[in-house]
């Protein structure tokens, strides 16, 4: 039996902690004003099985009711071109493991599930950011440095 499972409502906090355990690693400016704002849509998307949105997670295994490992991703849809001509694109993020639960392979386990949650959508590829930490990890799995340029707009 598989330690990983599917993100349900009920693990939203928990999901947010470990997403601000990742965004803390890369520098992002810590804050947590955001979370109340964000836990209603996270619980809706979470509580919805047949959405574009998953997030895969391990139970803590010292601590009840708390999450060792997350991956959450969403699969997008783009006119389809050479290479992906379905159109359908994986996005991954907020990969992050409970600091006192690292180095036993949550992470993997929880990627290997997202994949194949994309894989089974019909993703023609998957995209994800990757702190030069991570990249051994991504690498091992197949994904490759992308050298298309990204911009931002904040709206």
Do not use: K
């Amino acid at each position: 039996m598989s330690l990983v499972r599917r993100a349900v409502a009920a693990d939203a906090a928990e999901v947010l902690r470990l997403r601000q355990v990742m965004l803390d690693a890369v520098g992002r400016p810590p804050s947590t004003d955001w979370h109340a704002a964000s836990l209603p849509t996270l619980r809706a998307r979470l509580a919805d099985p047949d959405g574009e949105f998953a997030a895969f997670v391990v139970d803590h295994p010292e601590r009840p009711d708390a999450l060792a490992a997350l991956v959450a991703g969403t699969v997008e849809y783009r006119i389809g071109r050479a290479g992906n001509p379905r159109g359908l694109t994986g996005y991954v993020f907020s990969v992050a493991t409970d600091p006192g639960a690292r180095r036993r392979g949550y992470a993997r386990a929880c990627m290997e599930e997202l994949l194949e949650w994309f894989r089974e959508r019909g993703a023609g590829h998957v995209m994800l950011n990757a702190s030069p930490e991570a990249e051994p990890l991504y690498a091992s799995m197949g994904f490759t440095r992308d050298t298309d340029p990204s911009m931002r707009l904040h709206l």
